[in-house]
């Protein structure tokens, strides 16, 4: 034999070999080598156990009788008190007791929260003054939790670096909300890069486009760069409509994208595993540092999130690539596109109907459109500054306006028709069958203002059905009098007319009315009864 092995060495592994022990775990047990230990109980005449047959025939079986020693043929009949005696021996020689054990009440309670083995090790470690391996607690973990389920595999897609990232929302910890004075689940957004597996995790109280767009832009200033594209599923804030081959992205993260540089790619509808990466860091955070926490502050639970990341999740191993994650972020940063240096403005955005006057309403606000979009519904994006109108199919931009107060009125030379519509010139003869007084008033609000006179018109036409035409003539007879042919004009004589005021007094005193003519009626019957019995 190459190797001598002492006389306790030889006769633990002698023993070993005789309980059906495979070469592999004698190996791993002893810290003797197969090759050795097969040597050695060949030596001794104990069978060993051939490669490929797991479970088909007992080593015990296989042990031939040894007439030096005057044995019998039957193996299990060798079993005898010294060899017990060395088997209690090498048990005896194991440690007792786990390094963890004086611990066991706080990894139990952290067990039952739902906390996995590298929080509690991390815990152990920052809180507790651990000294050990994680392995250890991995190890004491699985004792103390027999039933784990079995992991079930998933395909592994390879990205080069500063490719792609992958996005979604989870589930964040509890935080106290100063609103409510009460414990509020909040949102959990995470970005994942492809190839380094660097994640990106921030907290929000609540999910929309502007604030799913302005989450992107936080995590590609945390990451320095913006990827190529990224995967993302088919929710709301980012997908309007879902489709393999051409999906509709929200406008306004559809910009945002665009504006760093970035493609947008939608999922299949129910296949999450092409977002595996992100989907495993959802859960990696959730099991982990979120598990069972609650905070008092949104601020304090980003900050312990934050410090979890650099502290542990940068600096870990990872199980698929096998590196730690930081030195690999570290070969994809220069890879990532660069930032603009102007960040995005964000806006508000919606459909709108051009009216007979030409124009959309936002806000208050009247801004015209080209001609030939009446009765449209055009797409509108607007912010602080600005109104753009964009054309409902290429989007297209169709005018550009600057923002205006309520009630005011944005429209350019080009926009204004050259002749009266035909939908105008229909309107100013209702208005002219409606009363000589209204139609006069109507044409010359029309001769004054154009086309911008026109919900004006259509105003004096609603207060005529609402009050009547004669009342309306007669308002409008005194606003043609008093050279103040305007909407407003009638509308607040109408409502400081004598008429329509004494006719809201009896609108009010009539319930009043009607409930003591009731009372008045009851009594009498009253009186009758106790009158005739």
């Known amino acids: 034999m190459g190797n001598v092995l002492s006389n306790e060495k030889r006769e633990q592994v002698i023993a070993l070999g005789r309980l059906g022990w495979p070469l592999r775990r004698i ?24 490669p490929g047959r797991w479970g088909r025939s007992k080593p015990a079986n296989e042990v031939t009788a040894d007439p030096d020693r005057g044995t019998s043929a039957n193996p299990a009949n060798e079993v005898t008190a010294d060899l017990l005696e060395l088997k209690q021996a090498y048990v005896l020689k194991t440690p007792a007791k786990s390094l963890c054990a004086p611990h066991e009440a706080f990894v139990r309670e952290a067990l039952q929260r739902g906390r996995n083995a590298m929080a509690i090790y991390q815990q152990l470690v920052d809180d507790h003054g651990f000294t050990a391996t994680y392995e250890s607690v991995k190890r004491y973990v699985r ?198 240096v102007e960040p995005f403005r964000y806006y508000r955005f919606g459909e709108r109907t051009v009216h007979l006057d030409g124009c959309i309403e936002v806000e208050g606000g009247y801004y015209g459109v080209p001609p030939g979009h009446l009765g449209q519904r055009l797409r509108v994006q607007w912010d602080e500054l600005y109104v753009r109108v964009l054309a409902p199919v290429t989007g297209e931009l169709l005018r550009e306006h600057r923002r205006t107060s309520r009630g005011g009125r944005r429209m350019a030379p080009a926009d204004r028709p050259a002749s009266t519509p035909p939908t105008t010139l229909e309107l100013l003869a209702r208005a002219s069958r409606a009363g000589r007084a209204i139609g006069a008033l109507c044409a010359e609000m029309h001769r004054r203002e154009g086309e911008a006179s026109v919900r004006r018109v259509q105003g004096v036409m609603g207060l005529a059905k609402k009050y009547g035409p004669a009342l309306v003539e007669e308002a409008c007879a005194l606003g043609l009098e008093v050279r103040s042919p305007n909407y407003r004009f009638v509308r607040r004589y109408l409502e400081r007319h004598p008429v329509l005021a004494l006719k809201q007094v009896d609108e009010l005193i009539r319930p009043l009315t009607h409930y003591q003519q009731l009372i008045e009626r009851l009594t009498a019957d009253t009186n009758n009864e106790r009158t005739h019995p």
């Open 143 to 340: 004792t103390l939790r027999r039933d784990e389920a079995p992991k079930q595999a998933h395909p592994v897609i390879v990205t080069a670096p500063g490719e792609e990232s992958q996005v979604d929302w989870g589930e964040g910890p509890l935080v106290l909300n100063p609103e409510t004075g009460k414990y509020r689940r909040t949102r959990l957004f995470t970005m994942v890069l492809g190839y380094s597996r660097k994640a990106v995790h921030l907290l929000a109280w609540k999910s929309s486009t502007e604030v799913w767009a302005k989450l992107h832009e936080e995590a590609f200033r945390r990451l320095g760069g913006a990827p190529q594209t990224t995967v993302l599923d088919n929710l709301r804030e980012g997908v309007l409509t879902p489709d393999v081959y051409e999906p509709r992205l929200n406008p306004l993260f559809r910009d945002v994208l665009k504006h760093y540089g970035v493609v947008g790619l939608p999922c299949r509808v129910r296949h999450p595993d092409r977002k595996g990466k992100v989907e495993s860091g959802i859960g990696h955070a959730q099991r982990t540092p979120l598990k069972g926490m609650r905070f008092d502050s949104l601020e304090e639970a980003q900050a312990f999130l934050d410090r979890w990341t650099t502290r542990w999740a940068d600096t870990r191993i990872h199980g698929t690539t096998k590196r730690q994650v930081a030195v690999m972020f570290a070969e994809e940063a220069p890879l990532l596109q660069r930032l603009p």
């Open 27 to 50: 190996e791993s047990e002893t810290g003797v080598r197969r090759e050795t230990a097969s040597a050695y109980l060949k030596a001794a005449k104990v069978a060993v156990r051939p």
